[in-house]
């Protein structure tokens, strides 16, 4: 029963990554392109997403978040 809570926990637990870690741990995504996608936030759909977090100057990207977005920007493209 714990393990399975566990498991649940781990599954749905935000994972935040500065831009530099995330495209270290994404290497599809370049740190260029990401802040391409980060500048124009607001006429993209990023905003709206919510996987951009700002922390003082400190932006942040929620891992899920993005990925769901970027799924949702495939699907519009056909």
């Known amino acids: 029963m714990l393990e399975k809570q566990i498991n649940?926990?781990?599954?749905?637990a935000w994972i935040y990554s500065s831009v530099?870690?995330?495209a270290k741990r994404h290497p599809a995504f370049t740190v260029g392109g990401l802040r391409h996608?980060?500048?124009?936030?607001h006429t993209n759909g990023l905003a709206?997403?919510?996987?951009v977090i700002r922390n003082?100057?400190?932006?942040?990207i929620k891992e899920?978040?993005?990925f769901a977005w970027l799924e949702d920007q495939n699907r519009r493209a056909k």
Do not use: N, P, W
Not at 48 to 51: L, N, T
């Open 37 to 41: 996608q980060i500048f124009h936030e």
């Open 48 to 51: 709206k997403s919510g996987a």
């Open 20 to 22: 530099q870690q995330f």
């Open 64 to 66: 899920s978040a993005y």
């Open 56 to 60: 003082g100057r400190k932006v942040l």
């Open 8 to 12: 649940e926990a781990m599954q749905t």
